[in-house]
């Protein structure tokens, strides 16, 4: 390593080498000089004689301590192994001393001494062997929990020896210590230090540093570093909401995981999905937590797929996932209650219809006849009319045969008939919520040849009703069970 001398310091030997004859000068650099081990140092050293050198009056020695290293004294000699002094420069003053290969046996107080009769000098220096140490800290990626060494690598030093302290948010919580330093080849030492911890994930946000203290330092190293703490997301797929729309939302809770940075993704049938994503909340313990949604628009189109909540984490070991699967059913249930609901008012509504109409209306039943013994004796007749009755409504029978007088197709009252050919009673009945049943039974003698009898109902507000029965007269053989009906 050549060595820069002061400019001042040369204008101050070309001075007295043309000035001040016969003084003899020795100047070396500023102790101490540093050098790292195993590297090539010129150690400076120059002289003035105030004119020309006489190489036979001159003797230069280099000493470190009282041990000699080198030597000129007509010849060049050197006790130490490779130094090298330069005899052409010798001639011009430059007495500077090469030591290859520092090591730390090198270290130590120098001494440049020169003799030019009848002149003698000399001047120290101190030489320092030393490098400062290189600081880096690996195994700072831990998992919550689980017990962990973090290593503060600590290489190229000299000499030996080195203190590692560390510290957590400026409180020491390791050390200091002196780890075992081990050489290398390269004459450097290196050394580790180790902070064993069990990490929880509050310390993520804590400030570490591997602080090193060592000579060839004015001020400790601090290597800052923070904890990576991993915690595994926990995965739990909610029960699915449905909405009052029918929608259906399905929803993932991830939890207590560390770092924030977190992949979630919906998957139906393996296939992805588009996702809604709460943005994640930090929990007490510093973990993240995060709800992830995803809504099926029409959830009986979806029958029988797979829904999988999908999860891609640092923390999560290859092949970074974690699944759960949730089954659409063929229909949701809250629909099938609605159409149930549906149908029963439905049916309900029909049923009260229904019952206002047999409350409101007046139905009149066929007229039915009975023939009674002998054969060709006595018919009889019998008329019936339901409903909403007043207490003036009546019935009226009439028979087309005593019409004819009148025109065709018009009935004509009984009453033409003498008694003892009619009988007529007529009767009511109250069946409860204001209706009432009116009866009307006609005894006629069975007529010769077929006759028809109608029975009117004669209300006071509404249409008159009427039915008919036609008789087939004794000569036919008697009365049909029913008669036809009509209605005015
Ligand atoms: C002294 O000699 C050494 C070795 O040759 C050389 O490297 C150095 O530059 C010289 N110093 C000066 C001031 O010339
Ligand atoms: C951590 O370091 C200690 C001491 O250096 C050692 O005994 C232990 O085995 C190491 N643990 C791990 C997990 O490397
Ligand atoms: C320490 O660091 C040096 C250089 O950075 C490297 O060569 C060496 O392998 C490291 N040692 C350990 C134990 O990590
Ligand atoms: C760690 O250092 C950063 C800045 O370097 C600071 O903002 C933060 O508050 C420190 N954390 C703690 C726990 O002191």
Redesign the pocket.
């Known amino acids: 390593m050549p060595l820069a001398v002061a400019p001042g310091l040369l204008l101050l030997l070309l001075l007295l080498a043309s000035g001040a004859r016969g003084a003899l000068v020795v100047s070396v650099p500023a102790s101490p000089v540093r050098a790292q081990p195993g590297s090539d140092l010129l150690l400076g050293c120059h002289f003035s004689v105030g004119g020309p050198v006489d190489m036979q009056a001159l003797v230069v020695q280099w000493k470190l301590g009282d041990r000699l290293v080198a030597e000129f004294d007509e010849v060049l000699s050197y006790p130490r192994a490779g130094a090298r002094l330069f005899l052409d420069e010798l001639r011009v003053g430059n007495a500077s001393l090469l030591l290859p290969r520092v090591g730390g046996a090198d270290a130590g107080l120098y001494t440049c001494f020169v003799i030019h009769s009848p002149s003698r000098e000399s001047q120290q220096l101190e030489l320092r062997v030393e490098a400062p140490p290189r600081v880096s800290v690996s195994g700072t990626v831990v998992r919550a929990g689980e017990?962990?060494?973090v290593t503060c690598n600590v290489s190229h030093f000299y000499p030996k020896s080195v203190i590692v302290t560390w510290l957590r948010d400026k409180q020491v919580v390791g050390g200091p210590e002196t780890p075992h330093a081990q050489l290398g080849p390269d004459g450097l030492y290196s050394a580790t230090s180790?902070l064993?911890l069990v990490p929880s994930i509050s310390l993520a946000d804590a400030n570490y540093s591997c602080q090193v203290q060592h000579v060839a330092l004015g001020a400790p190293i601090q290597e800052l570093f923070r904890l990576s703490v991993l915690s595994q997301p926990r995965l739990t797929l909610l029960q699915p909401l449905v909405t009052l729309e029918g929608q259906v939302i399905l929803q993932c809770l991830v939890r207590g995981y560390h770092p924030p940075e977190i992949t979630v993704q919906w998957l139906r049938d393996g296939k992805p999905l588009l996702t809604m994503e709460s943005s994640p909340t930090k929990e007490a313990d510093g973990s993240f937590a995060l709800r992830s949604s995803y809504i099926l628009d029409r959830p009986e189109s979806n029958a029988q797929a797979n829904f999988a909540c999908h999860v891609q984490h640092p923390a999560l070991s290859t092949p970074l996932e974690s699944t759960a699967t949730w089954t659409v059913p063929t229909c949701p249930r809250l629909w099938i209650w609605i159409w149930i609901l549906l149908v029963i008012v439905l049916i309900l509504l029909a049923l009260l219809v229904w019952i206002m109409y047999q409350l409101l209306n007046i139905s009149m039943s066929p007229i039915r006849a009975w023939e009674c013994w002998p054969k060709g004796g006595v018919t009889v007749l019998l008329c019936g009319v339901e409903g909403r009755l007043r207490d003036t409504d009546s019935l009226a029978w009439s028979s087309l045969r005593l019409g004819k007088v009148l025109g065709p197709g018009q009935p004509g009252e009984l009453s033409a008939l003498k008694p003892e050919q009619r009988h007529v009673v007529t009767w009511r009945r109250r069946l409860g919520l204001g209706r009432q049943q009116l009866m009307s039974v006609l005894t006629v003698q069975t007529p010769c040849n077929e006759e028809t009898f109608s029975c009117t109902f004669r209300p006071s507000t509404r249409d008159v009703q009427q039915r008919q029965i036609t008789i087939p007269g004794v000569a036919a053989g008697g009365p049909p069970l029913d008669g036809d009906t009509s209605v005015f």
């Open positions: 017990r962990r060494n180790v064993q």
